[in-house]
């Protein structure tokens, strides 16, 4: 009987409003043997939502108890209100399957997964600047003021997190940002037997590292640190 193979896990995380879950979405139809985990929340469903196809929505009751029985890869508190968490089982999952695993998580959390999967891919989406990522918070017509003006405060701390990832994926042309984080999880699946024809695959996923991002990256975190007074914490 052959071993199980241990699945590469992938984390991805971004600023609220960076278009993740869209990324996230269309590489799923992309990348075949790719299981998503869905994290676990206290927070109530909004709008459309659905239990166990954007979150498992639980008490926090039932949360606390998984914590005890360590349950969970992950977990925080957000906005020091409601729970989320990955769960340790969607790891067992993918490993029976002979698949991958991708975990949609914020900073807090990449840190607890690599600190537990060291070989962990780690990938941070970025929005071009600021102030795109304020027209796309308000263009969700989702948050109230106040919460808007938190994700945008929350998003100038989570960037200055971006050298503790593999890659950098500035998500500034959706069509272009998708064909990136394909090659970025179809590279990590085939380093060390890349043929001549995949080699452009590899060069795709490279630019994105972080490592080759400098020029592009520099005005994007200028865009969050350099605030008018009236805009400052």
Known sequence: M????KP????????????????????????????????YTTRAPRGSEQNGKEYYFVSREEFEQMIREDEFLEYATVFGKSYYGTARRFVREAEQKGHNLLLDIDVQGAEQIKEKCP????????????KTLEWRLRKRSEDAEETIERRLLAASREIENYDKYNYILINDDLKDSVESLTAIVLFERLRGTLSAGEMKIMDLA??????????????????F????TAAQP
């Not at 052959?2 to 193979?5: D, G, Q, S």
């Not at 990324?23 to 992309?30: A, F, G, R």
């Not at 070989?119 to 600021?130: E, G, H, M, Y």
């Open 2 to 5: 052959n071993a199980l193979r």
């Open 8 to 39: 590469i896990v992938y984390i991805i995380s971004a600023p609220s409003g960076s278009g993740k879950s869209t990324l996230v979405n269309e590489l799923l139809k992309l990348v075949p043997n790719l299981d998503f985990s869905i994290s």
């Open 119 to 130: 070989d962990a891919v780690s990938i941070f989406v970025l929005p071009p600047d600021r």
């Open 206 to 223: 490279d630019q994105c590292r972080l490592t080759g991002v400098g020029k592009r990256l520099r005005p994007i975190l200028d865009s």
């Open 225 to 228: 640190r350099n605030l008018p």
